[in-house]
């Protein structure tokens, strides 16, 4: 076992469930991604799902969906999205996602935790025993308002302006709680890596981000 905090990190235990957002994380964004035939895994995630069930981890996917999709995206084309997830990735056995617009302020949508909440309640495990893996800074907010932890996907150049974005979210996901940027891999198996060796959570020192994935 490596020492975390000589890499920066607060020394976490292993989270019991993972919470996964879908697109761009998971699987390939698509416009409106209401179609099972355009399903696309990114490039280890089987692998990084299939460590997470080897050590024992629960999985969850947490996902934002557009309910203005063109036509409108029904709740049957998500969950056809997510059976053809699992056939190519694995079991996920549990699926949460908002159909809500942003205008109709609902409570579901990241970065409002509703969606986190939700899906954890339905795994039975504590937000305090949860980790979000998500590209997105609303991925970063909804863990923080769910009192959960959280991995940022990202690579270095982008992650400056994505924590920027964190900073005005910041506003209603009270990032400044925690005190600034969250804990960020350069892809999906570092960040399952990251999480399942429980070196993660809190930068000690933001200026080891670039090294977190070697
Ligand atoms: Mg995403
Ligand atoms: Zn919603």
Redesign the pocket.
């Known amino acids: 076992m490596s020492a975390p905090t000589d890499r920066g990190y607060h020394h976490l235990v292993r989270p019991q469930a993972f919470l996964f957002?879908?697109?761009?994380?998971l699987v390939h964004?698509v416009p409106y991604g209401g179609n099972p035939d355009r399903v696309r895994p990114i490039p280890g995630a089987r692998r990084a799902l299939a460590a997470v069930r080897a050590a024992g981890g629960r999985i969850a996917v947490v996902t934002n969906q557009h309910g203005s999709a063109p036509g409108g995206l029904r709740p049957a084309d998500v969950v056809a999205v997510h059976a053809r997830m699992e056939r190519m990735l694995g079991p996920l056995p549990i699926l949460e996602f908002c159909p809500h617009d942003d205008v109709d302020e609902c409570t579901c949508r990241k970065p409002h935790p509703g969606l986190l909440l939700r899906a954890a309640a339905r795994l039975g495990v504590p937000p305090s025993e949860c980790v979000v893996i998500?590209?997105?800074a609303t991925d970063v907010g909804a863990a923080l308002a769910a009192g959960m932890w959280s991995i940022l996907i990202s690579a270095p150049l982008s992650s400056l302006s994505t924590i920027g974005e964190i900073g005005e979210i910041g506003e209603i996901g009270e990032i400044e709680e925690v005190g600034g940027a969250p804990c960020v891999a350069p892809d999906l198996v570092r960040a399952v890596r990251l999480a399942l060796d429980g070196e993660f959570g809190q930068p000690v020192d933001r200026g080891t981000h670039g090294s977190a994935g070697e």
């Open positions: 957002d879908r697109d761009s994380t964004d998500g590209d997105a």
